[in-house]
């Protein structure tokens, strides 16, 4: 007990440098924020008056923050399980004694030491409706790929946006399912198939329980990476296509070069904490849903 | 318990999905918040028409200028040693370049000033001017064509106006529609530094298919028309022009320089410059009239719609160059020019080369010549020092100057600010070899001598231009060209009102 008390001092000095970081760039602008989302101001937000708690309401039941909401959510339900799904699958195949594995699995989280930006702008080439190649390639089969182009439809945007943000994660997924599975004892698999488990039977009750920690991790970051996904929008579709405004996320609608409320800095805010309120709710809720099934082993 | 827990926690995921937002279905506007009272309807609840603020009529005024800070341009003679001056500008890759080229030549020219740029976006080095304090701000700053009236609310320049008046500076040279645009009230605020204007592309080859006059291309929009009727009707190209929606293009910043074209005012208060504007006039019959006129070129298949251009912003110059359904024409700013050469220049596409490519002046109703100006001015910050205020005017006088002005349009594809740096080399030179850059200077200097040659001059601008971009791509889409831009002026004017209420 005395020992850890004389550890404090080194343990605070240890800490400042991370501390003083979190508080400089995200306590004080998340203080600041808050503050900010009740009043109303001028553009150079010298002159403010209080506009009160209320434009939080105000901003949360708006059409427009709405809508974003309901992209937001819907480019999450997108991205999360498929990214799970291929991310876990890529891991399990990679997750053999073979020759040349190494180059496999380097493939396979490749796309982490990409940049959302060049994630983006690949995927821009790749279905820009008049040289791009896929639409050179399958706009027989696929009209929407020419005309009016993945990114450039209602129907199809959020989900060619989708399709770029999952391929870019992958990666990240990769290494950290594959990280889950190497921790998986291999004893549990032996004895299985001694007890005449067949593979699948190995991956449902052995595999999945084992790796639930992992899942838990990746599905939270994902999640919040969808609802605070900006980058690819604003490249590839720049929120539109107008006039529904397909992709226009939270985000988006903070941020973007169109955004109605660039110079409001007050409401921006606002939609910001309440942002960060609802990747909190999101992150609690599925805490709970995994809860049950998560082993951190012994 | 062994069923896929994935599938029961992305359930529980949607489930919270929905409750959040079923909780709160219906509500108004975002810009309808803030603690200032707004007026506005809603948009598509309020009556067609009625602007929010139509009751605060514009009223003509002009600022005094004894009331503005004044510029001591003789306070460089009395210092001694160098004034060190910061210039914050949004200039990247090769128009960076080339400032920085300028600028270490002016600090090399001379020992009393010493400038130091410090480069960012447009938006950051917008965004970050509004919200330091005084004392942070630089002592010179580039600002785009769309922040005039938010700088001037920011109370923090000295009017170059003043400058000009202090040292009898000689603007008899530059472009009176250059000078125009950077003056409201009577005040000319920044000095024009780089600017540009839309002209229209055109594939010589596809008219020369089409039996059109491959030097002629159209002057007005019914031209323009005719022009994409022969077109496609020969199938020399699939359509005559693509159109796009993008909210700094063809959605919003081309629609105000039609209404320049027509003599008409976008905003009250004669665009904003004789009295702060209180609303649009853009769904007025000229709107209608032109907005109809487009939705007509879709409909009768003599347009292709490419969208919003987003992401590369090129959509509508790759459609000329595309191998399946080319079209034949498309509206871009001027400054791409030099870039959209280069690429052709690279011989990936056939069907385009850069010899194919025509430019000329954007085609306008009755075919009126002019043309706003896009791109940005140079803002003298008060710094409450004299020599600094004086530094940064000196230099400011050297980066317009007809030589600098010269290189500068030659590198960059911007226009010069003024007639006599097309006299002088390398400008000179590269509208000798390539006439097609003249167009975009030529038709600025037609813009007729009238008030609706200074384009709208707002707080929100750019939330203006993007919530018409909403409604043009509507339009474009089919929508009711009247019902659309009623919308659209009633979801602007509320933006205008609650800008004019936090900083008027």
Redesign the interface.
């Known amino acids: 007990m005395k020992r850890r008390l004389r550890d404090i001092p080194w343990a605070v000095t240890m800490l400042v440098p991370s501390m003083a970081l979190l508080a400089v760039w995200t306590v004080y602008p998340l203080v600041k924020a808050v503050q900010n989302g009740h009043?109303?101001?001028?553009?150079?937000?010298n002159?403010c008056?209080?506009?009160?708690w209320g434009?939080y309401k105000?901003?949360?039941?708006?059409?427009?923050?709405?809508h974003a909401?309901?992209v937001s959510?819907k480019l999450?339900?997108l991205t999360?399980?498929a990214g799970?799904?291929f991310g876990v699958g890529l891991a399990v195949l990679a997750d053999k004694q073979l020759r040349a594995i190494g180059v496999f699995r380097t493939i396979f989280s490749s796309t982490v030491a990409t940049s959302v930006a060049v994630a983006s702008l690949v995927w821009?080439v790749l279905l820009?409706?008049?040289?791009g190649v896929l639409s050179d390639l399958f706009s027989g089969w696929f009209p929407v790929l020419?005309?009016?182009?993945l990114?450039?439809d209602h129907g199809t945007a959020l989900s060619a946006v989708a399709l770029s943000s999952i391929w870019a994660n992958l990666g990240f997924t990769f290494i950290i399912v594959t990280a889950g599975l190497q921790s998986v004892p291999r004893e549990l698999y032996e004895s299985a198939y001694v007890d005449g488990a067949g593979s699948v039977r190995r991956f449902?009750?052995i595999t999945?329980p084992m790796i639930?920690p992992s899942?838990l991790f990746v599905?939270i970051v994902l999640?919040t990476r969808a609802l605070q996904s900006y980058g690819e929008i604003a490249?590839?579709?720049?929120?539109?296509?107008?006039?529904q405004?397909s992709t226009t996320t939270i985000p988006y609608?903070i941020y973007g070069?169109?955004?109605?409320?660039?110079?409001?800095?007050?409401?921006k805010s606002?939609?910001a904490v309440l942002l960060f309120l609802?990747s909190l709710?999101?992150a609690v809720?599925?805490f709970?849903?995994?809860e049950k099934?998560v082993h951190y082993g012994s | 318990m062994r069923r896929s827990s994935s599938r029961r926690s992305s359930s529980l995921f949607v489930l919270a999905a929905l409750g959040l937002v079923a909780a709160c279905s219906g509500g108004g506007s975002i810009t309808n918040s803030g603690g200032t009272t707004t007026t506005a309807a809603a948009p598509g609840t309020g009556t067609p028409g009625t602007g929010a603020a139509s009751t605060s009529a514009a009223t003509t005024s002009t600022v005094p200028l004894d009331s503005l800070p004044g510029c001591p341009t003789d306070a460089l003679a009395s210092t001694t040693g160098t004034t060190t001056i910061s210039f914050w500008h949004g200039m990247s890759g090769a128009l960076n370049d080339e400032l920085v080229k300028l600028t270490d030549a002016y600090n090399a020219s001379q020992t009393k000033v010493k400038v130091k740029l410090v480069q960012g976006s447009y938006e950051q080095t917008a965004d970050n001017y509004l919200q330091a304090s005084q004392g942070n701000r630089p002592d010179l700053v580039q600002m785009p064509e769309y922040m005039v009236q938010s700088i001037i609310d920011t109370k923090s320049t000295v009017p170059v106006g003043k400058c000009i008046a202090a040292s009898k500076f000689d603007t008899s040279a530059f472009l009176p529609s250059a000078l125009a645009a950077y003056s409201t009230q009577g005040v000319q605020w920044s000095m024009p530094f780089n600017i540009s204007n839309p002209v229209l592309f055109y594939n010589k080859k596809v008219f020369v298919a089409a039996g059109l006059d491959p030097n002629k291309p159209p002057q007005s929009l019914e031209e323009l028309k005719a022009d994409s009727q022969k077109i496609v009707s020969t199938g020399a190209a699939k359509y005559g022009i693509a159109l796009e929606s993008g909210f700094d293009s063809g959605g919003g910043w081309y629609v105000e320089q039609w209404f320049a074209k027509s003599e008409q005012f976008y905003l009250d208060g004669q665009n904003g410059r004789q009295a702060r504007a209180t609303k649009v006039l853009y769904n007025n019959q000229t709107g209608v009239d032109l907005l109809t006129y487009l939705q007509g070129l879709i409909n009768d298949k003599l347009a292709v719609n490419v969208g919003d251009n987003s992401g590369s912003g090129y959509d509508n110059l790759l459609k000329m160059a595309d191998a399946k359904e080319p079209a034949a024409m498309t509206i871009n700013t001027s400054a791409s020019l030099g870039p959209v050469l280069e690429v052709l220049k690279g011989g990936q596409f056939p069907q385009l080369t850069a010899d194919d490519v025509g430019v000329g002046p954007m085609p306008g109703p009755d075919g009126k010549p002019g043309a706003l100006i896009g791109g940005a001015s140079l803002w003298v910050v008060n710094s409450g020092s004299d020599a600094k205020t004086a530094a940064a005017w000196d230099y400011l006088t050297y980066l317009v100057a007809a030589q600098q002005q010269s290189e500068w349009a030659s590198t960059t594809g911007y226009i010069p600010v003024r007639t006599d740096a097309t006299t002088l080399d390398p400008y000179k030179t590269t509208l000798a070899t390539d006439p097609r850059f003249s167009v975009a200077f030529d038709q600025l200097k037609a813009s007729p001598d009238a008030p609706t040659s200074a384009g709208p001059v707002v707080g929100p601008l750019r939330e203006v231009r993007s919530v018409l971009a909403t409604a043009v791509a509507a339009i474009l889409n089919g929508a009711d060209v009247k019902k659309s831009l009623d919308n659209a002026a009633n979801q602007a004017n509320a933006l205008i009102t609650d800008y004019n209420n936090r900083n008027g």
């Open positions: 009043l109303s101001c001028d553009s150079t937000g002159r008056t209080d506009a009160g434009q105000v901003v949360f039941l708006s059409n427009e923050f709405q909401l309901l959510i999450a339900l999360v399980p799970v799904v821009f820009q409706p008049q040289i020419k005309n009016p182009g990114l450039n449902t009750d999945l639930m899942l599905s999640t490249l590839l579709t720049g929120g539109g296509p107008n006039p405004k609608l070069q169109n955004s109605i409320i660039h110079n409001n800095l007050q409401i606002a939609a609802i709710v999101f809720v599925q709970r849903g995994f099934r």
